[in-house]
């Protein structure tokens, strides 16, 4: 993936973020100020800050709570082992491919049985926005957020720091291995369809359709990025 001057832009205010809830001892569980006090405080965009936000909750950093604001997750990579650089260069796409869909289905079929009302709107959401990307960039965050959605809505802390972890070791395995030809997704994206599928199972407190979904969109991935290359 090329690192844009937009790109870079976001990353630094997302360190900026960082930088801002250490500095002011904020503690997981801890709102941090509202978006428009977040702008004036960095002197930035509306749209950078939001980029840079999302780009925290991928790492798990922060969670969104719809209606009421922006939370403290946990303080940068705590939950996130430092062997993962080194784990990383040990397993191959293809295996990463593999315990995603153990442990993501399995995941997704909790969800179906505990999903909260206000989990299953942060994962459609997500969901929503990634069929709206004017980018691949802004879809893999999207694309990002929505699995991470469901990890929060099986309400196992447990599974959610597995998750976490599972996908920094995704990001360092498959980070600018895959070439785009188009500047965004076409419009029938065969991720598109899984994940409407997957998020109706989840809404219907369907878990064995939710588990069979989610395998099958990561098989659907695994053979896009490993077997039509």
């Known amino acids: 993936m090329l690192t844009t001057p937009d790109n870079k832009e976001h990353q630094g ?43 925290l909750e991928r790492e798990g950093a922060i969670w969104r709570h719809v209606g009421k604001g922006t939370f403290v997750a946990s303080h ?7 062997g993962i650089p080194s784990l990383s260069k040990q397993i191959t796409p293809v295996r990463m491919m593999q315990a995603r869909v153990c442990i993501e289905a399995a995941i997704a079929r909790e969800a179906a049985l505990h999903a909260s009302g ?39 802390i447990l599974l959610l720091a597995l998750f976490d972890q599972l996908n920094q070791v995704r990001r360092a395995v498959a980070w600018g291995s895959v070439v785009r030809s188009t ?39 695994s053979n896009r990025l490993f077997e039509e290359n």
């Open 76 to 82: 940068g990579e705590t939950l996130v082992s430092s």
């Open 183 to 221: 500047q965004r997704p076409p419009r029938n994206h065969s991720s598109f369809a899984e994940h409407r599928k997957i998020a109706a199972a989840i809404e219907s407190r369907d878990g064995a359709a939710a588990y069979d979904a989610m395998r099958q969109h990561i098989g659907s991935v």
């Open 118 to 156: 206000e989990a299953i709107i942060r994962m459609k959401l997500a969901m929503d926005r990634a069929e709206a990307a004017p980018s691949w960039h802004d879809y893999e965050t999207q694309d990002d957020l929505f699995h991470r959605a469901i990890a929060e809505a099986a309400d196992n």
């Open 13 to 55: 205010v997302a360190a900026q973020v960082k930088a801002l809830i250490s500095s002011n001892g904020y503690a997981p569980g801890d709102r941090l100020p509202p978006e428009r006090e977040l702008i004036g405080k960095l002197g930035v965009s509306r749209g950078t800050l939001r980029r840079a936000l999302d780009t």
